[in-house]
């Protein structure tokens, strides 16, 4: 079992950054990053395949946030410029055990196996 720990979170201006970190104890695959505010679904928010080469993201963070992995400290990285009030969430890290079937959907909670506990980001206006 592969545990992720996120770290990074807090509270920032509007407008200002952050950068989020999800440290592995062991290999994983697609990573994604999810955040879920208070009475509301979990949703996706950014993904990167096992390599890095691709990385995907929800049209609401699209331009503002970076994915990236450096493999070789098992840790993936959100970051996250041009914060918005709408931003304010707890952000989960989660990682899938294996590789999939091309075009399964990295935005489907249920493909992934592993999860952390999440960090809090808050944007104040």
């Known amino acids: 079992q592969v545990q992720l720990v996120e770290s990074g979170g807090g509270l920032v201006q509007a407008g200002g950054s952050l950068r989020l970190s999800c440290a592995a104890s062991g290999r994983t695959y697609t990573m994604g990053w999810f955040r879920q505010a208070p009475g509301k679904e979990r949703e996706f928010v950014a993904a990167?395949?096992?390599?890095?080469?691709?990385?995907f993201y929800a049209d609401s963070v699209k331009g503002r946030f970076t994915i990236s992995r450096d493999n070789a400290k098992n840790t993936v990285y959100l970051q996250m410029n041009s914060l918005k009030p709408e931003d304010t969430a707890s952000y989960y890290c989660?990682?899938?055990?294996?590789?999939?079937?091309?075009?399964?959907?990295?935005?489907?909670?249920?493909?992934?196996?592993?999860w952390g506990q999440g960090t809090q980001v808050t944007v104040s206006s």
């Open positions: 990167i395949n096992w390599s890095g080469g691709s990385t």
């Open positions: 989660a990682g899938r055990s294996r590789l999939h079937y091309t075009n399964t959907p990295y935005r489907d909670l249920a493909t992934y196996d592993y």
